[in-house]
Nanobody
Framework: QLQASGGGLVQIGGSLRLSCTAD??????MGWFRQAPGKEREFVAA????????KYADSAKGRFTISKDNARNTVTLQMNSLKPEDTAVYYC??????????????????WGQGTQVTVSS
């Protein structure tokens, strides 16, 4: 039900745009998480599908922008000024949890398949 796309290999300082389409899902919040090898899944950004409120991890603030296109059931994560530490598999997910808990992956109901982002020098 969730389809993520847009990952790839990019040099330090480059940009990538990730997209996630959520067909048939009515959860009101969509989020992006990432997971590097040997690490836990960590929050990146979230957006309310109605209203458009956003939240970012400190590591994403000022560099990443999350946006939505409700007509296409799509949420996009624009990532700029990428760093090697951004290398991870990125997952999109949906949730109905209260806004204060959107950074907790355990509250997400549906997940996309993940897309690899690699930032190299």
């Amino acid at each position: 039900q969730l389809q993520a796309s847009g990952g790839g290999l990019v040099q330090i300082g480059g940009s990538l745009r990730l997209s996630c389409t959520a067909d048939g899902v009515t959860d009101h919040t969509m989020g992006w998480f990432r997971q590097a090898p040997g690490k836990e899944r960590e929050f990146v950004a979230a957006i309310r599908r109605i209203g458009g409120g956003t939240k970012y991890a400190d590591s994403a603030k000022g560099r990443f922008t999350i946006s939505k296109d409700n007509a296409r059931n799509t949420v996009t994560l624009q990532m700029n000024s990428l760093k090697p530490e951004d290398t991870a598999v990125y997952y999109c997910g949906t949730t109905r949890v209260v806004w204060s808990a959107v950074s907790d992956p355990s509250y997400y109901n549906y997940w996309g398949q993940g897309t690899q982002v690699t930032v190299s020098s």
